[in-house]
């Protein structure tokens, strides 16, 4: 099995999972279903999770599909466009979605659910990744069914403006400035700091150090790791789009791009249950569940396994 194959096999589910959340969603807002509401930003969280080696796989497909002579490049080129907004607003929604499945826990007790511009956020968001999943399935069945293209059809016009970021995010990033790549990778350590700090100083309360603190008042940093991953978010997708394949192939890339799905998978597995909400109960000098603590132990060693990894890709060889 090779990365195209893993496109293949991965590509259909951010599209559908998509639309059955933002279906969910919207219900959850008409009925004000809590429980339905919480199901929906979980789904948002997992398929932007699942997003991840999808787009970072197509860009292997899209190298293996350019060397075919008998496809047409501009449908490739149309659907790495595509790809690109689709996966941009796909994150945003996740993230949004974390941040809402924190204060919908958070204020559980209240019977409140999450904040009114979180909840908008978080729809308009996915009303635009759905849209825009849609244009990338129909850009990507182009490439491979050349009998449903009309012919002389003008490309789609969100196909080639994301085409164009492409282009204009690699030219800002490898050739606008030589301090560019510098200053993101100083944004990328700043935000890694906010995000591993936060989780660290939680993790560390919850295993047991520092037991003169209650863990609820912890949990209001939550926001501050948030912020931390929205910054690596968007600096690490400035260096991929930079060169995309150079990371691609990456061995060590790939195990870091692991890494950090699970890492997220088992933040998301936190607070849909009720381990959250055991756990913010935890006060001075009492000791958080036995579960909580494995959930905090794994955290731990796995973004310090992240930090490790990320400072041996400029030396990983290429996977191909």
Not at 34 to 39: A, C, I, L, N, T
Not at 54 to 72: F, I, Q
Not at 197 to 203: E, K, N, P, W, Y
Not at 288 to 295: D, I, N, R, T
Request: charged content about 10%.
């Amino acid at each position: 099995m090779n990365l195209p194959h893993i496109h293949l096999l991965l590509n259909h589910w951010p599209i559908i999972g998509a639309f059955i959340a933002l279906g969910l969603f919207v219900i959850a807002l008409a009925t004000r279903n809590g429980d339905v509401r919480q199901v929906s930003l979980i789904l948002f969280a997992v398929i932007a999770l699942m997003a991840i080696p999808v787009y970072l796989s197509g860009n292997a497909a899209a190298d293996a599909l350019k060397k075919t002579p008998e496809l047409s490049k501009s449908a490739v080129e149309a659907h790495e466009g595509a790809a690109l907004l689709a996966f941009s607003f796909l994150e945003l929604t996740g993230i949004f979605s974390l941040f809402g499945l924190w204060q919908f826990s958070r204020h559980a007790k209240e019977q409140s659910h999450t904040a009114a511009w979180s909840s908008m956020a978080v729809l308009l968001c996915a009303i635009a990744t759905a849209g825009l999943m849609a244009v990338t399935g129909n850009t990507g069945g182009d490439i491979r069914h050349p009998e449903i293209v009309v012919k002389d059809a003008a490309p789609s016009a969100i196909a080639a403006m994301g085409a164009k970021t492409i282009l204009g995010l690699r030219y800002f990033v490898i050739d606008y400035s030589r301090w560019v790549w510098p200053l993101v990778e100083t944004l990328h350590f700043i935000g890694l700091i906010m995000l591993v700090g936060t989780v660290g100083i939680l993790s560390l309360r919850i295993l047991g150090f520092m037991k003169q603190l209650p863990v609820g008042p912890l949990h209001r940093l939550i926001p501050i790791g948030i912020a931390g991953l929205i910054i690596n978010v968007i600096t690490g997708f400035l260096f991929f789009i930079g060169m995309p394949f150079f990371y691609v192939f990456n061995w060590y890339f790939q195990l870091k791009i692991l890494a950090i799905g699970v890492a997220g998978a088992i933040l998301v597995l936190f607070y849909c249950t009720g381990l959250f909400r055991k756990s913010m109960n935890v006060g001075p000098g009492e000791d958080a569940p036995g579960f909580a603590k494995l959930v905090a132990l794994s955290s731990i060693v796995l973004w310090v396994v992240i930090v490790v990894i990320g400072r041996y890709i400029p030396l990983g060889e290429s996977a191909q």
